[in-house]
């Protein structure tokens, strides 16, 4: 890990954060950042490739657009690049002089710590992969160990990061799985709410209902593993009692293929 010192004060509760692409992830992220209640609207920026179109979607979380990414660069104080990874090159490198020292948090997946250094050599940067989940503060924010950040500009960065979920360190080699997990998961979560839902409505639960009661069990269920940080056999065996109708279930679930259908799923992405 490279720490270089610089005279940087800022601090997370009046830092002006800007985005850099404010698609579905970064404004998942401003959304996460407005509802923590910690970052007012006024200090978030964003520019994107259509201004006009941008507009009013800035608007309507009320945080600042700018025209291009040199405006905005020269607005804030810490950058979040947030565009398809295929643009990150195309879109920093004319802003490169423009962002000097500020500290840059990149989401773009597939761009390492290496790769920030080939482009802009001496820059400080710190390679992540959030979720959707941050929308609601309750995303996992994946951070390469290596970067380039100085120490006081981790702090800042890992306070605001902080604000949108649980961060979790991983060397540079599990960067590509874990943040397929934890990227995709929400969709493949979300697949499993809707088909459990199904199942309920064929059973005559209304929809609305059938929603409230899936997403509170899964959201219940993987709280209570976190807290008591149990296996997750574990909590399935406590469910099926001997000849019971949840063993029933999980039964038939594996007659389906659902834990290697998951992997499978993972290794569709990750290649095998
Ligand atoms: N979506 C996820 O769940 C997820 C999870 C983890 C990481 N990520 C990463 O997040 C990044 C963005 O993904 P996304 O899903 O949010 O994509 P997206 O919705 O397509 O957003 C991309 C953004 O980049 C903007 N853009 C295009 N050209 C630009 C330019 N020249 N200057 C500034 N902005 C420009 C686009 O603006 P226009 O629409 O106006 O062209 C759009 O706002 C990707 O690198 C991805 O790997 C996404």
């Known amino acids: 890990m490279t720490i270089t010192k610089t005279a940087t004060t800022l601090r997370s509760d009046s830092a002006r954060i800007g985005f850099i692409g404010f698609g579905n992830m970064a404004t998942a992220m401003a959304q996460g950042l407005i509802a923590s209640g910690k970052v007012a609207p006024s200090r978030i920026y964003c520019c994107a490739g259509d201004f006009q ?13 700018r025209k291009d990414a040199a405006n905005l660069v020269t607005s804030v104080d810490v950058l979040v690049v947030a565009v398809k990874p295929y643009m990150v090159e195309r879109v920093l490198e004319p802003v490169a002089d423009l962002i000097g ?22 820059s400080h940067h710190l390679s992540t992969m959030p979720n959707t989940p941050v929308a609601v503060n309750e995303g996992v924010i994946i951070c390469e160990k290596d970067h380039t950040l100085t120490e006081r500009q981790v702090d800042l960065v890992r306070a605001i990061l902080g604000y949108l979920g649980a961060l979790v360190d991983v060397d540079a080699s599990m960067m590509s799985a874990a943040g397929t997990v934890t990227g995709c998961s929400p969709a493949f979560v979300a697949m499993v709410i809707e088909a459990l839902a199904d199942a ?17 069990t899964v959201a219940g269920t993987a709280k209570l593993q976190l807290a008591t940080g149990q296996h997750p056999g574990a909590m399935k065996d406590a469910v099926c009692s001997p000849g019971g109708t949840t063993i029933k279930g999980v039964a038939a679930l594996e007659q389906a293929g659902l834990r290697s259908a998951f992997i499978q ?8």
């Open 101 to 122: 020292d500020k500290p840059i948090i990149s989401v773009a997946a597939g761009w390492s710590s290496d790769d920030y250094e080939s482009i802009l050599p001496g």
């Open 200 to 216: 309920a409505v064929k059973h005559g639960i209304p929809r609305n209902l059938a929603y409230t009661l899936v997403s509170q």
């Open 53 to 65: 179109r941008l507009i009013p979607r800035a608007d309507a979380l009320g945080v600042r657009a």
């Open 265 to 272: 799923a993972i290794d569709a992405i990750e290649g095998k």
